[in-house]
């Protein structure tokens, strides 16, 4: 399978900044979308942002203007820069992706899809 491991969360102020960063290994063939979620206590999971692997990106409103989204399709890492941090920020970030990984078979390897999400990193900003 494909795993996706997240980074950079933390502490932050209101108004400061964080990058998180979430890298994916396996035998990966194809990453297609990438992208960024969220889950505050007591709430649904959330969309962040996302970003095709031709760059195309989507963000939610809550986000727009102080969120960028972006990747480095070479390391299959997706990355989001959030500013200006709000306290309604805080949440536990995950990374998700989908594609194709190559499946190791005896004869002949199977190219299978995957969608895949990491275990979250906290995001915590105080007012």
């Known amino acids: 399978q494909v795993q996706l491991v997240e980074s950079g969360g933390g502490l932050a102020q209101a108004g400061g900044s964080l990058k998180l960063s979430c890298a994916a290994s396996g035998n990966i063939v194809t990453m297609n979308t990438m992208g960024w979620f969220r889950q505050a206590p007591g709430n649904q999971r959330e969309l962040v942002a996302t970003?095709?692997?031709?760059?195309?990106?989507n963000y939610a409103d809550s986000v727009k203007g102080r969120c960028t989204i972006s990747r480095d399709n070479a390391k299959n890492t997706v990355y989001v820069q959030m500013n200006n941090l709000k306290p309604e920020d805080t949440a536990v970030y995950y990374c998700n992706a989908d594609g194709t990984f190559r499946k190791i078979r005896a004869i002949v390897d199977d190219i299978v899809p995957f969608l895949s999400w990491g275990r979250g990193t906290q995001v915590t900003v105080s007012s």
């Open positions: 970003i095709t692997r031709d760059g195309t990106t």
